[in-house]
């Protein structure tokens, strides 16, 4: 591997429950050193109080110009392992080395100040992360360009939405060429021409040999830029390998598979989720012709998917839709209730069920996972997305429902329309 960008070593992160971290002074920092040989680590602390680890015995390294894709349910750690890189949190335990210059985009606006206008918060966030004015001056305007916020740059940053935050925020951090860039999550706000923008900036970042550390629930932007996974499960390293084989095994896990036998898909407790959350999935089902959950059909058995969600906040313009996913996570087909419907209001406080009725002959033989999301369709704001719902199996055709599947290589055999001339 090349030289280390990035070396952690042991690294463990102990919260106190219900209380909030403050802010750390000098004096607080040689206090807590001389404290620290001291310190409980047991599941209170010395006045009784109960904590939480965070982050447990964490050590790995990252390669000079690697792009390393962090996955996990949420409370899995990764924000708290990424805030400790970037110097904005201390660790209990362990150390973190960083070479390098390093911009961040964990929170929208961090780094940022409200009071300041756009415009000043590029040189403001730009100085943070430690570049020179002519440096910002040379890159100010393909930062705005990218950004798309030209007509409020004069605005003070109080009057920008969180998306317009999250487009300044990550133009900067990407634009002002870092050494080691850490993103936390920046699919999850901004609208979906935005989001294609982050993606192709990303991907060239990493091909201008950046080390880069990506946290994002969407796992195929995962597979599409990062060379290596780290999957972190209740703050420990489930698996570190290829960016591949991360995705597999998590999505493969007992969250993202349960449910499988029976087709019935509990989304309530599910915490890999992304979105504001106006609108959640309550359950998914997929089911046969009879009306019975299943998750496993015949190749040209007819089937369908019950969609239930909870709105929770009215959405003017909702756009519901699901996604069949190879194994790899190759988006094979997608289909939106606008495809066939008008659009339709989604009013709070209520509950909404759809059906997406599956045509025959489509998917061939083969394990495929499921995906679903709530998008407004005005604004392209994810309200609700889940990226692995849960697995399901297509198996060999009897010829009771159509004609035999192809041996051929390949995902799809649709029944299309032929006509003799």
Same mark, same amino acid.
């Given at each position: 591997?090349?030289? *280390?960008?990035?070396?952690? #070593?042991? +690294? $463990?992160?102990?919260? &106190?429950? =219900?209380?909030?971290?403050?802010? @750390? ?35 790995? *390294?990252?390669?000079?110009? #690697?792009? +390393? $894709?962090?996955?996990? &349910?949420? =409370?899995?750690?990764?924000?708290? @392992? ?43 966030? $730009? ?7 002519r440096e910002i001056d040379r890159k100010f305007d393909e930062i705005v360009a990218f950004s798309g916020v030209e007509t409020f740059l004069e605005t003070p940053l109080k009057h920008y939405s969180s998306g317009m935050q999250l487009r300044l925020a990550f133009s900067v951090a990407a634009h002002l060429e870092p050494e080691v ?241």
């Open positions: 591997m090349a030289a *280390a960008a990035i070396q952690v #070593e042991g +690294i $463990g992160k102990r919260y &106190r429950l =219900g209380e909030r971290e403050r802010y @750390l002074a000098l004096r607080d920092v040689l206090s807590r050193a001389v404290r620290a040989p001291f310190s409980w680590r047991r599941g209170t602390n010395g006045n009784g109080q109960a904590h939480i680890w965070a982050l447990r015995d964490v050590s790995f *390294a990252v390669g000079e110009g #690697e792009t +390393i $894709g962090i996955i996990g &349910r949420n =409370g899995a750690g990764k924000s708290t @392992l990424l805030k400790i890189l970037a110097g904005i949190t201390l660790p209990t335990e362990g150390s973190a080395e960083v070479h390098g210059r390093v911009g961040s985009l964990l929170e929208v606006g961090t780094g940022f100040h409200p009071e300041l206008t756009g415009r000043e918060n590029i040189y403001f966030s $730009g100085s943070i992360l430690g570049m020179k004015r860039l850490l993103v936390d999550e920046v699919l999850a706000v901004g609208d979906l021409e935005f989001q294609k923008k982050c993606m192709g900036k990303m991907e060239e970042v990493t091909r201008g040999g950046r080390t880069v550390l990506f946290v994002s629930h969407n796992m195929g932007a995962i597979r599409r830029i990062c060379t290596r996974g780290l999957w972190l499960d209740g703050g420990a390293i489930r698996l570190m390998g290829t960016a591949g084989e991360c995705v597999d095994a998590y999505t493969a896990s007992a969250e993202a598979a349960a449910g499988a036998a029976t087709g019935l898909f509990d989304m309530v407790p599910r915490t890999d989720r992304v979105g504001t959350g106006r609108a959640k999935f309550r359950t998914i089902r997929m089911k046969d012709l009879s009306g019975c959950d299943r998750g496993a059909f015949e190749f040209g058995e007819p089937f369908q998917v019950e969609l239930e969600l909870d709105c929770h906040a009215d959405v003017r313009s909702s756009f519901v839709g699901i996604s069949f996913l190879a194994s790899d996570g190759t988006n094979l087909l997608s289909s939106h209730h606008t495809d066939s419907a008008e659009v339709r209001e989604l009013r709070a406080p209520g509950q909404v069920r759809l059906v997406c009725h599956y045509p025959t002959n489509t998917l061939k033989p083969g394990g495929y996972l499921l995906q679903a999301g709530i998008l407004d369709l005005a604004t392209w704001e994810l309200i609700d997305w889940i990226y692995a719902v849960g697995p399901f199996t297509i198996t060999e055709g009897t010829g009771k429902f159509g004609r035999p599947t192809d041996p051929r290589p390949g995902y799809t055999q649709p029944v299309l329309q032929w006509e003799w001339k």
